[in-house]
Each structure stands twice: as structure tokens, then as C-alpha cells.
């Protein structure tokens, strides 16, 4: 079946932060990677494939204001160990690991500075990448 659709796929997901240095800090930690892309108005991280990106948000938008009404998923291998890991490092509850069916199981945690952070293990789903 060909694909006739103009979208190739997610390239990119970003969280908008308020101190950038402490953002990439923690985010190094995150996902134990460094940037390949390290700038004073945008820090990029290859993950996977995909691009992570932090981006200053010159509107000071406190945390507890931010919407969550799009949620972006990193894939993990162990969605409860991961969820542990970001709640020790700083990160606040969003929604606990939960198996939402056959075996797919997923969390989300909030970053310091309010943004929404998912990951999913999702044993059915192969990258294509």
C-alpha cells in the first residue's frame, strides 16, 4: 500500500524552557545524552532518530500554566524504571506507569519547567528507522 500522504513522520518535539543551560543540564541527565546542536537560542539532541529540541520561551510562561493537550511519547524499554528515574531527578508526576492494554504500557512526568514529558513501551509498535 503506497503512502500518498505529505507527512513523512514526527522529525521534532519541543519544550519551550526558562533557563536554557539549566534545561539542557537536565536533559543531559534525561535521556544521558549530550546535544548536537548547542546554541543560545536553541539546544537540539539527536534521540533515536528524532530530534529533542529546547527552546527559551522569552514569554516566561510559568509551569503551572502550560497546557498539556499535545502529548509526544519517547519510546523506552522499561516505562516504571524510567518514570523512577525523572521523579528522582526533579521531575513532577503527571500521570503514573499504566498499562493502557496489551501490554502497552505508559507514563508522563512534568520537567521543571512545566512541559510534558511521555514515554510509552509499546511492544507491537517496530521504528522504521
Not at 513523512?8 to 524552557?17: A, M, N, Q, S
Not at 536554557?20 to 539532541?45: C, H, M, R, V
Not at 508522563?108 to 511521555?118: F, S
Amino acid at each position: 500500500m503506497e503512502n500518498s500522504s505529505p507527512f513523512l513522520g514526527l522529525r521534532t518535539c519541543i519544550y519551550k524552557v526558562t533557563d536554557l543551560e539549566a534545561a539542557k543540564s537536565w536533559y543531559n541527565q534525561a535521556f544521558n545524552s549530550a546535544p548536537y546542536f548547542d546554541t543560545p537560542f536553541y539546544i537540539g539532541y539527536n534521540i533515536g532518530g528524532y530530534e529533542l529540541g529546547l527552546l527559551p520561551d522569552e514569554t516566561n510562561t510559568p509551569a503551572a500554566s502550560k497546557l498539556d493537550s499535545v502529548l509526544t511519547y519517547w519510546g523506552v524499554a522499561d516505562v516504571d524504571a524510567t518514570y523512577a528515574m525523572l521523579l528522582a531527578q526533579g521531575a513532577t508526576e503527571h500521570e503514573k506507569p499504566n498499562d493502557v492494554g496489551d501490554g502497552i504500557m505508559l507514563a508522563t512526568v512534568k520537567d521543571p519547567w512545566g512541559n510534558v514529558l511521555g514515554f510509552i513501551c509499546n511492544p507491537h509498535f517496530k521504528s522504521i528507522m
